[in-house]
């Protein structure tokens, strides 16, 4: 079995336009990564503390 990266990066659609013509990429993370044993984590950004949820059935809550 082989051990594959838990976060990557993939290029976006290479249609949109960016300043240089450069492909945008994006960073693959996996939510287990994030949350480890946690129902809940603080990401700071900008000065703000956003909290991400991680609700009964699954899905992903985002507040300010």
Same mark, same amino acid.
């Given at each position: 079995? !082989?051990? +594959? &990266? =838990? !976060? $990557? =990066? #993939? &290029? =976006?659609? $290479?249609?949109l336009p960016t300043k240089r013509d450069t492909p945008i990429l %994006? +960073? %693959?993370?996996? !939510?287990? #990564?994030l949350f480890g044993t946690a129902r809940e984590i603080v990401i700071e950004h900008a000065g703000d503390e956003y909290h991400l %949820? =991680? $609700?009964r059935q699954g899905k992903l809550i985002l507040t300010k």
């Open positions: 079995m !082989s051990k +594959q &990266p =838990l !976060s $990557t =990066l #993939e &290029p =976006l659609d $290479t249609a %994006r +960073q %693959r993370v996996h !939510s287990a #990564e %949820r =991680l $609700t």
